[in-house]
């Protein structure tokens, strides 16, 4: 008999969803986290998009630990001195059923955790999963790191994040071509609240995030700026394989972009409280692992699903969904009698048909496109050197075409029409 | 015989204020930072090896609210016998904390012989709280260590940390207080099973006393009693600035000694009643 | 403001905005600079977010484990097979975030 119908490892977005749905099922599960709380090891740039969540915590925004309302959204792209930005707000985003929320992660992790606590999932924290208990090929537990910590269970759940070890001894999760991965760093910078207000344009609850292009000097990535209610989460998403070729370090590309003449008014004055670093599965569906063996499941970062690229950086919402259609067919398959990873295959089609594959499906060529160096470096050069020259105004000389400016821009930031087209086409290909 | 530990809830990581000093908890109290310090863990891993080395029950007694139960239930899945909480708020004074954690450990109650704390909180305590459980139990007290060990028969032989990078030796026996340095021993880690079978361990809980027998903060901070200062004379006002601030006047320049420490006590109080702080017979 | 003129704080002080909680008794990573002599990348010095590859003069590595985010960077980035063992501290050690 195994200790337990189910093990979730690692209490994560993923991990606390996959463990309530479990235990709604009615069914005994441990959920275990190394860290000393949920949360504890967890850092993201700071945005939960929580349309997820209305049917697993009807009326979450009531009680999840929100720090401000996302109401205004901007997309940044820069150059070294000038700033284009597409700015867009609405209330409606300000009021039930919301859209996207900043929060802390060891807030988020630690309530939603507790929901699946709640519902009869024991949490056991201070424990890291070491490896994986088998009977030939079948996973039947995990090997923990405190005395005596073998633990059996007729399913395990992966919910390990992005290094996922387990997923990776289990021979699921090949992947580790840095290409794959970026890493991303940030500062939590403290601000009074009405200084936040008056520099962000908000009010109340209400907050902003930034996302930003052509911030991150010879490394390619992206960078953000979110406003929680006395913070600012300021940070830099990068690219692995170029960091490592000798780029700049990232707390350096860091200080610059704070620097940058359009941020620095926003972050001045500021006081560091904490800074911190974390990998994210960069490449999408394509890198995306076996989802099941016999007697285990994946979910979340562990199996990838997390959307980094441009103008999305979401992974909460997907480590939810995921971990939640584990639980269900985890729960399922229990129920059967089933745990072999036939028996499990119900997890691959929940989330075929949701929009967690749905949409990495779609978006699967993004990355690839918004880290390529047209998009990095020639792309901002032209939109802002075009935004520049429209703006201008240089009479007595006649104001020049637009069809003019943008042959002289086009030649000036060496894009070729050509790759401009192509980019564009599978652009439309994957965002349309 | 019986060993007790007293640790205190706290936040691990408070937020402190570098103009003014205060202490502020980020998340409030209770938030997922608190916790028990490196110096309390360390008091009840050595509560544990003096239990196991006497043959005697270990407790561990915290003065705190409902949310501090979650870690003390590791403590029982580490191997202490019996928890008791005292039902109180999270930011009590020292000194009315240690009135509530001596009426457990109290003859009446735990009966406690040896009681080990440890040397001051994460949240900038004075660690005062066990010197006033000495006092409260009428037991010997040993402060500060940095080692300690058991000898036979309800005797511990301790290392305490002295000024200057000095070290005292110390043989204290039952009943005694012991505080001790995080870096004495680390707790040990709590076995699995023990940990998944703590979630239904039970917390004993002692109603605190109510809140109103709690003194009320000091409001204002605490000064020297003022000494009267003669008008300052003079013709000219800037005259009577110089003498007031005193800027153009021989001073004597700070002192530095270096003397045993009784002799160093002395000094001190010497010293004292000169400038007027103490009366004559050291009151 | 004006650029270069943002008080930029020290590395020392960015890292001591991180709690760690330190176990004394294993390093988590280690590094057998020995396999790093002939490493042409060195990706790790300047990938590391929390700076812990130090290079030395005679072509090795000196690591420190006590104030790593744990994030994975390294690991990914090394190019010497067994350069590099990774794992994660113990339950309840390593970095604890707050503001993340
Ligand atoms: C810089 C950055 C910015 C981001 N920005 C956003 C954003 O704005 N919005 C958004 O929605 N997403 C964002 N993401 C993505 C998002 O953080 C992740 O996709 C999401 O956290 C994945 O959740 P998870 O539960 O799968 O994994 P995680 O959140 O990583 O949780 C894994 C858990 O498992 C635990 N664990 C790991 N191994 C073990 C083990 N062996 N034993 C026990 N426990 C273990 C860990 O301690 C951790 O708690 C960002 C990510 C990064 C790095
Ligand atoms: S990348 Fe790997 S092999 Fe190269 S120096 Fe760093 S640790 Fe050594
Ligand atoms: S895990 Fe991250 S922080 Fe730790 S040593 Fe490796 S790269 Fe540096």
């Known amino acids: ?432 | 015989m019986q060993v007790a530990a007293c640790v205190k809830w706290v936040d691990l990581r408070p937020e402190v204020d570098r103009v003014h000093g205060t202490v502020r908890s980020v998340g409030g109290p209770g938030g997922a930072g608190w916790g028990i310090s490196e110096a309390d863990r360390a008091a009840v891993e050595v509560a544990l090896q003096l239990g196991a080395v006497w043959s005697a029950p270990v407790a561990v007694v915290c003065a705190g609210p409902v949310g501090a139960e979650p870690v003390l239930r590791e403590l029982l899945a580490a191997g202490v016998d019996r928890v008791v909480r005292v039902d109180t708020g999270a930011d009590q004074p020292s000194h009315a904390a240690a009135v509530e954690l001596a009426a457990v450990l109290s003859a009446g109650q735990l009966g406690a012989d040896v009681v080990v704390c440890g040397d001051h909180s994460a949240d900038r305590g004075s660690g005062t709280v066990p010197a006033f459980l000495a006092h409260h139990l009428g037991a010997a007290q040993a402060l500060g260590l940095v080692r300690v060990e058991p000898v036979a028969g309800g005797r511990v032989r301790a290392v305490r940390r002295l000024d200057g990078g000095r070290r005292e030796v110390l043989e204290a026996a039952v009943p005694m207080v012991l505080s001790v340095e995080g870096s004495v021993a680390e707790l040990r880690r709590a076995p699995l099973a023990a940990t998944l079978a703590s979630g239904g361990r039970e917390v004993e809980v002692r109603p605190g006393r109510p809140a109103h027998h709690v003194e009320p903060p000091r409001t204002r901070p605490w000064r020297p009693p003022p000494r009267v200062v003669p008008a300052p004379a003079g013709d000219h006002a800037l005259d009577r600035v110089v003498q007031l601030t005193g800027a153009l006047v021989e001073r004597n320049p700070p002192r530095t000694v270096e003397l045993a420490p009784a002799a160093a006590a002395r000094e001190i109080l010497d010293q004292l009643r000169t400038w007027g702080y103490l009366g004559a017979d050291g009151e | 403001m004006s650029a270069g003129t943002y008080p930029e704080i020290s590395f020392e002080a960015r890292m001591g905005s991180v709690e760690f909680r330190i176990d004394e008794d294993r390093a988590h990573i280690t590094v057998d600079d020995t396999k790093c002599r002939d490493c042409s990348t060195r990706g790790c010095i300047t990938a590391c977010p929390a700076n812990l590859f130090v290079p030395t003069a005679d072509g090795g590595i000196l690591f420190n484990y006590e104030q790593c985010f744990e994030c994975g960077t390294c690991y990914l980035v090394c190019n010497r097979e067994g350069a590099i063992t990774w794992t994660y501290p113990e339950g309840g050690h390593g970095v604890v975030f707050h503001r993340t």
């Open chain 1, 1 to 432: 008999m195994p200790d337990v119908d189910a093990i979730v490892v690692g209490a994560g977005p993923a991990g606390a969803a996959a463990a309530l749905e479990l235990a709604r099922a009615g069914r005994s599960v441990y959920l275990l986290e190394r860290g000393p709380f949920p949360g504890s090891k967890n850092m993201y740039g700071g945005v939960v998009y929580g349309r997820i969540l209305d049917t697993l915590v009807p009326g979450w925004w009531d009680e999840a630990p929100v720090q401000r309302w996302v109401t205004r959204r901007a997309t940044m792209i820069m150059t070294g001195h000038q700033a284009l930005t597409v700015d867009f707000r609405t209330e409606s985003w300000g009021r039930p059923p919301y859209n996207g929320a900043t929060a802390y992660r060891p807030d988020f992790d630690a309530w939603l955790a507790g929901k699946a606590t709640d519902a009869g999932a024991v949490l056991v924290t201070s424990t890291t999963a070491t490896g994986l208990l088998r009977d030939g090929d079948r996973v039947v537990g995990v090997r923990t790191d405190r005395p005596d910590g073998d633990l059996t269970a007729d399913v395990v759940i992966a919910c390990d994040g992005v290094n996922s070890f387990l997923a990776k001894e289990a021979g699921l999760y090949p992947h580790t071509d840095p290409a794959n991965f970026t890493v991303g760093v940030k500062e939590t910078i403290a601000l009074p609240r009405e200084v936040i207000d008056e520099r962000f344009g908000v009010r109340g609850d209400h907050g902003v995030d930034y996302e930003i292009v052509g911030c991150t000097g010879d490394v390619p990535g992206g960078g953000f700026l979110y406003t929680n209610t006395d913070t600012l989460s300021v940070g830099l998403v990068l690219s692995l394989p170029a960091l490592a070729a000798g780029g700049t370090r990232p707390e350096e590309l860091l200080r610059r972009m704070k620097e940058h003449p359009a941020i620095a008014p926003l972050v001045e004055g500021g006081e560091v409280k904490e800074y911190s670093a974390h990998v994210i599965p960069e490449a999408g569906y394509d890198m995306m692992p076996e989802l099941s063996c016999d007697g285990m499941l994946v979910a979340g970062d562990a199996a990838a699903m997390c959307l980094a690229a441009g103008i999305w950086l979401e992974g909460v919402n997907f480590a939810i969904g995921s971990g939640a259609a584990a639980g269900r067919a985890a729960a399922r398959a229990l129920q059967r009698g089933d745990t072999s990873n036939e028996g499990l295959a119900g997890y691959r089609s929940r989330l075929e048909s949701s929009f967690v594959l749905a949409d990495h499906r779609k978006l699967r060529d993004a990355p690839h496109l918004v880290m390529s160096d047209l998009a990095q470096r020639q792309l901002p050069g032209l939109a802002c050197g075009v935004a520049e020259r429209m703006f201008r105004v240089d009479n007595p000389e006649p104001k020049p075409g637009l069809r003019r400016i943008l042959r002289q821009e086009l030649k000036r930031n060496g894009v070729k029409v050509r790759d401009v087209v192509s980019h564009s086409l599978r652009a439309l290909r994957t965002f349309g």
